[in-house]
């Protein structure tokens, strides 16, 4: 669909107000906005027309217009640009990535946290996508008679941790085979590796203590299994009760977030340079009218990508999130694949 420009400007101009207090926007307000010399009849006028077209709804008979969804999908494909990045904003964020722990877990947990009080709404970071890694370290620490802590060192530096208990008394022998056990069987396996037949070949490599230790056997392959999930960390999920427009979707949207596989496959889509906007009405598996997400992928190395995002309503302010966006996300790969912090 193509729209004159006068259209456009009045679109794009009701979508900037409704966009600051959420508000419907009349013709009079309008008129007071918009660089146009037009009567305050014929912007009600071109609105009628807009609605007409689906850009437009009036919620109520009396009161003024709103964008609808393909209002804002018109807008963000048609007419959105942006400024560059401000030098305080650009200044923040570099500050933000000095201080970050850089372990990829509270990196990742706190660039989430980082995040979302810059911009004051929900923010998503995904951890690199990794569907062929392994383990590369094994530690298996004693923590009780029967129980070891299993914890296990993936290839781009993440630590996952599970405790096993034994079913019999465990002995400083048996903490050192087991260690030497799983560093030679079990480490660079990707979990397409671990099909039953390769754990039951393992098992039997158990030798004599077997039964007494095939718990930490199913714990190790229960930590390469966890390897593979999606990890999204989430940030202020509570921000979004802020915006009434969202009340009639907050059921679904915490559905949403509690499926962190389907949630962690609608932010990483597009590409690496791609700036996607995705709008409630248009989400897989989920229908969520005035619910919005803005996100990106960052470029962890090695050809690995995970991504950045923010929730919100669909007036948020995308012309001044997309640039804060892009810079954090550059910022955040450079940090993943190790050459963002100055010591």
Same mark, same amino acid.
């Given at each position: 669909?193509?729209?004159?420009?006068?259209?456009?400007?009045?679109?794009?101009t009701v979508i900037r107000l409704y966009s600051a207090d959420g508000e419907p926007v009349g013709s009079g307000l309008l008129s007071e906005y918009l660089d146009l010399q037009l009567s305050t009849a014929t912007l009600r006028n071109e609105m009628a027309a807009l609605t007409k077209l689906g850009l437009l709804m009036q919620p109520h008979t009396s009161a003024g217009r709103v964008p609808s969804m393909h209002g804002y999908r018109y807008y963000a494909d048609y007419l959105m640009s942006f400024e560059p990045l401000a030098s305080k904003d650009k200044q923040l964020i570099d500050e933000i990535f000095t201080y970050l722990d850089y372990e990829l877990e509270r990196l990742l947990q706190g660039a989430a946290a980082a995040?979302?009080?810059?911009?004051?709404?929900?923010?998503?970071?995904?951890?690199?996508?990794?569907?062929?890694? *392994?383990?590369?370290?094994?530690?298996?620490?004693?923590? /009780?008679?029967?129980?070891?802590?299993?914890?296990?060192?993936?290839?781009? /530096?993440?630590?996952?941790?599970?405790?096993?208990?034994?079913?019999?008394?465990?002995?400083?022998?048996?903490?050192?085979?087991?260690?030497?056990?799983?560093?030679?069987?079990?480490?660079?396996?990707?979990?397409?590796?671990?099909?039953?037949?390769?754990?039951?070949?393992?098992?039997?490599?158990? *030798?004599?203590?077997?039964?007494?230790?095939?718990?930490?056997?199913?714990?190790?392959? $229960?930590? +390469?299994?966890?390897?593979?999930?999606?990890?999204?960390?989430?940030?202020?999920?509570?921000?979004?009760?802020?915006?009434?427009?969202? &009340?009639?979707?907050?059921?679904?949207?915490?559905?949403?977030?509690?499926?962190?596989?389907?949630?962690?496959?609608?932010?990483?889509? /597009?590409?690496?340079? &791609?700036?996607?906007?995705?709008?409630?009405?248009?989400?897989?598996? #989920?229908? +969520?009218?005035?619910?919005?997400?803005?996100?990106?992928? #960052?470029?962890?190395? /090695?050809?690995?990508?995970?991504?950045?995002?923010?929730?919100?309503?669909?007036?948020?302010?995308?012309?001044?999130?997309?640039? +804060?966006?892009?810079?954090?996300?550059?910022?955040?790969?450079?940090?993943?694949? $190790?050459?963002?912090?100055?010591?």
């Open positions: 669909m193509q729209i004159d420009e006068r259209k456009q400007k009045i679109l794009a995040f979302s009080e810059i911009t004051g709404y929900t923010a998503m970071v995904s951890s690199p996508r990794q569907p062929d890694f *392994g383990i590369v370290h094994f530690d298996v620490l004693q923590v /009780g008679r029967y129980t070891v802590a299993l914890v296990g060192v993936s290839q781009n /530096g993440a630590v996952f941790m599970r405790v096993a208990n034994a079913r019999e008394s465990l002995t400083a022998d048996d903490i050192t085979f087991l260690s030497v056990f799983l560093n030679t069987q079990m480490t660079y396996l990707s979990s397409k590796d671990i099909t039953q037949d390769k754990i039951t070949a393992l098992a039997r490599k158990l *030798g004599a203590r077997a039964q007494a230790l095939l718990p930490v056997l199913s714990c190790a392959v $229960g930590l +390469l299994g966890e390897l593979h999930d999606p990890h999204v960390y989430v940030e202020s999920l509570e921000n979004l009760l802020d915006y009434r427009d969202l &009340d009639v979707s907050l059921r679904g949207i915490i559905a949403l977030f509690g499926d962190k596989r389907v949630l962690e496959n609608i932010i990483t889509q /597009g590409g690496p340079e &791609d700036i996607q906007i995705l709008f409630g009405e248009e989400l897989p598996a #989920y229908y +969520l009218p005035g619910f919005c997400l803005l996100s990106a992928q #960052y470029a962890a190395g /090695g050809g690995k990508f995970g991504a950045v995002a923010l929730a919100g309503p669909s007036r948020m302010q995308h012309t001044k999130l997309i640039p +804060l966006l892009k810079y954090f996300t550059e910022k955040l790969g450079q940090a993943v694949a $190790g050459g963002g912090k100055k010591e």
